[in-house]
């Protein structure tokens, strides 16, 4: 009151500036909080990548400083080992065993997951581990069981009477991939439930509901309502699973060593450049060729790429709208 | 009064701190890297007894397990972060090594006089002396289970059909007869290398590094045919049983036989302490004799980036010295100085005697046929599996020989 009387001026609340001062700021400002990731990315992801193209185009051993420049030697030369070749034709065939087993075992699953039981996130909880589990832990548990010597699985074989299925899982020619591609497939069945599920609780009950008035079976009502509202998952899935299998090395390393063993019949293009860039025989490093590798590694990325591209076009082609 | 309190203890303190700088300045501390895990404690013991001799000098020993060691220490040179003592199989590696800087040139700073010939000659390149062998040389025969052969009343084989002989009495009875893990390939190549060294012995060998011999040649191929033949021999599983697994199986007694060196005897020893095998060299292929081979088990550098080159220089010394030796010798592998013989080693004495028949270095020591040990292990299943004939086997190995004048 006494404020008002005398007559002193009273404070006006004056218009607030924005803080931090002016239009830089809010047009430019988050980049501040982008710089710690974007350098990061460009420390360990960019300048690698471009350092990689240099040495590709040396002939740099991996030891010592001699970098003669050689143009494209590394590539021609990496186009031109059959070893390549065999290890890519085995890197596809993982890739369709795997997608296949993605597409039926792990769908399947999720189909039941999405009924929701009993115990569902237990269930889930156990089917996701594998993915969690260090690729290397995943190796050697699997070498160790598999072990004609101190393994278990052929023993727990022979003792429920199927002792004609014990073989030597990693060493036959003939069952070695096929040993490999199962370890990797039990490794990734956790992403395709997860995957398919999320699709699944998606897709609007109203839709399978009104399919279900009409008078369609379960089976129609899967293929032809809730499978193509699936794509995406489809498209996500097939996508992860093409990158993953090509990039494959930690378990295959881990079950069959360092040169694809028996015979290179589990080489795949992680060994084939593990062994080239580092010379992963173990003996000797006067076969290592860290250029070469990279070289190899480089024609793996672009045509993943590409293939990649490709995929995702075709694939997102075909999808449908809810 | 309580400022003069103060600044006394403020000196005190100083002078205190600077004394336990000085104290902690004067120990040096030496990293060094080695390959063989089983090893380890009675690596330290020597190193224990250099640190009793050096009390301002700690080395801190890191073992890495065989098949990862080149890599980690050829990334760790690229880095700038290798050790300062390290291992480097000699030859080849170590005259990269030493091509791209890396190791420190030992011709004035050592004194070698006491190797044995062959060490001497392994050490040096063009004169030049850049990497030491002191763990040790192995030399590498048949290793076999002495209870297993007396039981079954079987002896030692010295040619190959003495050998299948026993695969077959064996595997009557339920035996295997031998250990062969082949996962890496390792230890068919050296398969192949003995029996090749019964073959061509060390002169035949220095033709090969020149050229005047070849693999493919109908008296050598004999060595191919005999290291496919064994194949049915192995235990089950062998092209997918990885290097540290068949040894332990053979400690264990799983296999009658394995091909093995000195250096092994302690990790089985690690593995079963009970162990009682014997050691004879490595039955003859046709036209051949029993024999071994020998390598140096990893000549070791110092590195050019070391900030204490001196001290290490002195570890090098003691470790050439007899006391080293002699420990090393009676507790790990053969020893590469000279005069120092196993004390109550049975097992090392009877290898000594067995490489007096025919021993022969092994290949990846030598620039001209460094290759041809990786050619070995990359080919070797295919081999055993029918894919190769042993005259393509043969042609693959010849392939990776570079000739060149001795």
């Known amino acids: ?322 | 009064m309580k400022r003069r309190l103060l600044g006394t203890l403020a000196v005190a303190a100083l002078l205190a701190s600077t004394a336990l700088n000085a104290i902690g300045q004067d120990k040096v501390v030496l990293t060094m890297w080695h390959n063989h895990p089983e090893w380890k404690d009675r690596v330290e013991a020597i190193l224990a007894k250099f640190e009793a001799v050096n009390p301002t000098i700690d080395i801190q020993l890191e073992e890495i397990a065989g098949p990862n060691y080149q890599v980690r220490v050829n990334t760790a040179l690229a880095a700038g972060e290798a050790p300062d003592l390290f291992m480097r199989g000699p030859g080849p590696e170590t005259q990269a090594a030493a091509e791209a800087g890396y190791i420190v040139d030992l011709t004035d700073k050592l004194d070698i006089s006491g190797l044995t010939d062959a060490a001497t000659r392994a050490s040096t390149i063009d004169g030049k002396v850049w990497s030491v062998p002191v763990l040790g040389s192995y030399t590498v025969g048949l290793y076999y289970h002495r209870k297993i052969f007396a039981d079954n009343g079987i002896t030692p084989p010295t040619t190959m059909d003495e050998f299948h002989a026993i695969c077959k009495t064996l595997q009557e009875k339920g035996i295997t007869p031998m250990i062969a893990p082949a996962q890496d390939g390792v230890i068919p190549a050296f398969l192949y290398m003995m029996l090749s060294s019964g073959i061509l012995g060390p002169d035949g060998f220095d033709k090969i590094r020149t050229g005047e011999k070849k693999f493919t040649d109908p008296d050598v191929l004999e060595a191919a045919i005999a290291l496919k033949d064994m194949y049915p021999c192995f235990q089950e599983g062998s092209l997918g049983t990885p290097y540290v697994e068949g040894k332990a199986l053979f400690a264990l007694g799983q296999g009658a036989m394995l091909e093995g060196g000195s250096a092994d005897f302690a990790g089985f020893q690690e593995t079963n302490p009970d162990i009682d095998v014997g050691v004879v060299p490595f039955p003859a292929a046709k036209g051949g004799k029993p024999s071994t081979v020998t390598g140096m088990e990893g000549a070791f550098a110092i590195n050019a980036k070391s900030a204490h080159i001196d001290e290490a220089v002195k570890f090098l010394q003691f470790m050439l010295g007899k006391e080293a030796a002699q420990m090393v010798v009676d507790n790990i592998t053969l020893t590469t100085t000279k005069g120092v013989l196993p004390s109550n080693n049975r097992v090392m004495a009877e290898m000594l005697t067995a490489a007096e028949s025919r021993d022969v270095r092994v290949f990846y020591e030598f620039p001209q046929t460094g290759d041809v040990m990786a050619a070995l292990q990359q080919n070797a299943g295919s081999l055993f599996i029918g894919e190769l004939t042993p005259e393509q086997f043969a042609q693959k190995l010849q392939d990776a020989v570079k000739p060149a004048p001795l």
């Open chain 1, 1 to 322: 009151m006494a404020e008002l009387v005398t007559g002193a001026k009273p404070i006006m609340a004056r218009p607030r500036s924005h803080r931090g001062g002016g239009r830089n700021t809010r047009k430019y400002g988050h980049l501040w909080f982008v710089a710690p990731g974007l350098i990061f990315f460009v420390a360990f992801m960019i300048y690698p990548a471009i350092f990689a193209v240099y040495v590709s185009m040396t002939g740099w051993t991996g030891l010592g400083n001699d970098f003669p420049f050689v143009g494209f030697d590394n590539f021609i030369q990496a186009l031109g080992t059959w070893p390549l070749y065999r290890a890519a034709i085995n890197n596809g065939i993982m890739f369709i065993c795997i997608l296949l087993f993605q597409h039926t075992v792990g769908l399947f699953i999720a189909v039941q997951l999405n009924t929701k039981p009993k115990f569902m996130e237990f269930y889930r909880a156990i089917l996701f581990m594998p993915v969690i589990i260090s690729l290397i832990a995943t190796g050697f548990i699997w070498t160790l069981m598999l072990s004609p010597h101190i393994g278990f699985i052929n023993p727990v074989l022979k003792s429920i009477g199927l002792g004609f299925l014990a073989k030597n899982w990693l060493s036959d020619p003939n069952l070695a991939l096929g040993t490999v591609i199962f370890v990797s497939c039990w490794n990734a069945l956790g992403w395709s439930i997860i995957i398919y599920l999320a699709g699944m609780q998606n897709i609007p009950e109203e839709l399978t509901q009104a399919a279900q008035i009409d008078g369609a079976s379960a089976w129609q009502t899967f293929w032809r309502v809730t499978f193509p509202l699936l794509w995406p998952s489809f498209t996500s899935l097939t996508i992860l699973t093409f990158i993953g299998s090509f990039r494959a090395f930690d378990v295959v390393y881990v079950l069959t060593g360092p040169i694809g063993s028996p015979a290179y019949r589990t080489d795949i293009l992680g060994t084939l450049i593990y062994r080239t860039a580092f010379g992963g025989t173990g003996q000797t490093s006067v076969d290592i060729r860290m250029s070469l590798g990279i070289a190899m590694a480089l024609i793996v990325f672009v045509v993943m790429l590409i293939i990649a591209a490709v995929l995702i076009r075709v694939l997102r082609s075909r999808e449908v709208d809810a």
